[in-house]
Structure formats: structure tokens, C-alpha cells
Nanobody, 123 residues
Framework: QVQLVESGGGLVQAGGSLRLSCVAS????????MGWFRQAPGKEREFVAA????????YYANSVKGRFTISRDNAKNTVYLQMNSLKPEDTAVYSC????????????????WGQGTQVTVSS
């Protein structure tokens, strides 16, 4: 079965950095676009970043543009989210997802989801 497993979350101070990883299995990874979403307590899940399946086109939410970078390594079936200049408002559970579409920014368009990893940014 398809599995997406995130790692790399943790507790950091504002201004710090973290790199999240998501390892996918059970699907033709290179044929899927990948995305990162986050959800803070009491808030709806929001789109963070996405990367297309072949060319590697990227798209970011305005709130993270210039601070976060999404990338993928198809040989390792892994998508990454490099997070720099972290802010307390970045605190959330971060989940990766896979979609058969070329690229998507809406959660409803994604086919598979990981369990998520906690990111906490202290002030």
C-alpha cells in the first residue's frame, strides 16, 4: 500500500531552520506531484508548498515564499521541505501528500497523505 512518512520536525527558536523529509513507497513516485500542508490547533489545514512530478516546478504559499524551499529526489522517493527563518506562526503539524495531477495547491486534489510531523517554533 501507499505510505508517506514524514520526519525532521522538532522544536526550534524563531529564526532557526529545519528540514523536513517525506519518504514515499508503494507508488510511482516520479509520476506524482508532491505537496506540503500544515495544520495548527484550531485552524484549518493550509497549503504550504508543492513541486511538480517531472520538471520540478514549484509553488509556494505567500506566507512561506522566500523562506521555505521544496525539493525532491526521485531516486530516493523523497520530498523535502527546507524551512528557514522560522516564525512562531509556522508552528503546526506538517504533512506531505501526493497527487496524480501535474501540480496542485488544494488538499482535496491530493490522493495520499502522511501522518505528519510536529514543528514548533518558540519566540
Amino acid at each position: 500500500q501507499v505510505q508517506l512518512v514524514e520526519s525532521g520536525g522538532g522544536l526550534v527558536q524563531a529564526g532557526g531552520s529545519l528540514r523536513l523529509s517525506c519518504v514515499a513507497s508503494g507508488l510511482p513516485f516520479s509520476s506524482y506531484a508532491m505537496g506540503w500542508f500544515r495544520q495548527a490547533p484550531g485552524k484549518e489545514r493550509e497549503f504550504v508548498a508543492a513541486i511538480s512530478r517531472s520538471v520540478g516546478t514549484t509553488y509556494y504559499a505567500n506566507s512561506v515564499k522566500g523562506r521555505f524551499t521544496i525539493s525532491r529526489d526521485n531516486a530516493k522517493n523523497t520530498v523535502y521541505l527546507q524551512m528557514n527563518s522560522l516564525k512562531p506562526e509556522d508552528t503546526a503539524v506538517y504533512s506531505c501528500a501526493a497527487t496524480g495531477r501535474l501540480l496542485a495547491t488544494e488538499g482535496r486534489l491530493y490522493d495520499y497523505w502522511g501522518q505528519g510531523t510536529q514543528v514548533t517554533v518558540s519566540s
